[in-house]
């Protein structure tokens, strides 16, 4: 079993940045894919950042591509996402996700087996 906890999220405003962050429980969470998502009021729960294992690989979603950042730290079970230059269009609940079995990165929520409880981000303009 492995539990993820966020924190981070907060209230600002357009240009500012935030570092999200999830720490997981368990010995084994530098061999988990990690992964973050966000759903905003009435919309799908949506992929925003994924890492490897070892971290060497990341992928983002179009939207966030060149203002966040995914990093993770191993010895510290812990998954990072930096946010710069936020738009009002960010505003969403973030959840930290982990894959345990596929070991590949997906983008995919359906291939992710734990979830945080989510950390609000509004952004104003």
């Known amino acids: 079993q492995v539990q993820l906890v966020e924190s981070g999220g907060g209230l600002v405003q357009a240009g500012d940045s935030l570092r999200l962050s999830c720490t997981a429980s368990?010995?084994?969470?530098?061999?988990?894919?990690m992964g973050w998502f966000r759903q905003a009021p009435g919309k799908e729960r949506e992929f925003v950042a994924a890492i490897s294992w070892r971290g060497r690989s990341t992928y983002y979603a179009d939207s966030v591509k060149g203002r966040f950042t995914i990093s993770r730290d191993n010895a510290k079970n812990t998954v990072y996402l930096r946010m710069s230059s936020l738009k009002p269009e960010d505003t969403a609940v973030y959840y930290c996700a982990a894959d345990s079995l596929l070991g590949s990165v997906s983008t995919e929520k359906s291939d992710y087996d734990y979830w945080g409880q989510g950390t609000q981000v509004s952004v104003s303009s």
């Open positions: 368990g010995r084994t969470f530098s061999s988990y894919v």
